[in-house]
């Protein structure tokens, strides 16, 4: 059980613990952010795992030379379009009963309909701008296969969206993660990234919820 407990603790964390990882696993821990990319992107039930922080830290560890960034990139962009083409086989074979469904254990439907909100709003592009945004971006394909988006559609949004998410976050940490500043105050900057990067997501809900209680 205390093992369990440590897996779950250090995988919520990965993105503030990140040297620790790579002390005590070294190459291997490409594959651990592989794993935990792809369930981030590719699991509905664990949008709650660091996404965005966690590639910024990857970035920042590349430019100590902990990790090829170049490679970096290519196994987390990779895991970003597996997770979510994953994810859109999910929804389309089994999102129908589950979304209509009042109760689930493992999900919020309140998240699946704000995320098919969002989708109407913006359409396909909803698959390119959600990888910016936390749970939007985990329940964006789920809702897309729902909606038997066409796949070969669906997959040029993926592969844009997922090159443009790991790129902007791992060569970000990359090339401003060894600032004196960053490095000094790493957490905070990381607890920042993860404040800035939820905030479009809670500006949508509240703006959805003031205009629904004006109506």
Not at 100 to 122: A, D, G
Not at 136 to 164: C, D, E, H, W
Not at 189 to 213: F, H, M, W
Request: net charge positive; charged share 15%; proline share 3%.
């Amino acid at each position: 059980m205390e093992f369990i407990k440590y897996i779950i603790d250090l995988l919520l964390h990965l993105d503030v613990r990140l040297n620790d990882v790579i002390a005590q696993y070294g190459t291997l821990t490409y594959i651990i952010l592989f794993v935990v990319i792809f369930a981030e992107t590719g699991l509905v039930f664990t949008p709650f795992l660091p996404g965005d922080s966690l590639l910024f830290a990857a970035g920042t560890f590349a430019a100590r030379g902990s990790f090829n960034e170049n490679y970096l990139f290519f196994i987390l962009a990779a895991a970003a379009i597996l997770g979510d083409t994953a994810n859109y086989w999910i929804g389309h074979f089994i999102g129908p009963k589950i979304f209509h469904r009042e109760n689930v254990k493992f999900l919020k439907k309140e998240y699946l309909e704000r995320t098919h909100k969002f989708y109407e709003k913006y359409g396909g592009k909803t698959i390119i701008i959600a990888r910016f945004i936390p749970i939007i971006r985990t329940f964006a394909p789920f809702v897309a296969g729902i909606g038997s988006m066409t796949y070969s559609k669906f997959i040029l949004y993926n592969i844009i969206g997922a090159v443009a998410w790991v790129a902007a976050f791992v060569y970000a940490g990359f090339y401003f993660g060894n600032i004196d500043f960053v490095k000094h105050n790493f957490s905070f900057v990381i607890l920042a990234i993860i404040i800035i990067s939820t905030l479009p997501g809670i500006i949508e809900y509240l703006r959805q919820r003031r205009k629904s209680i004006n109506t």
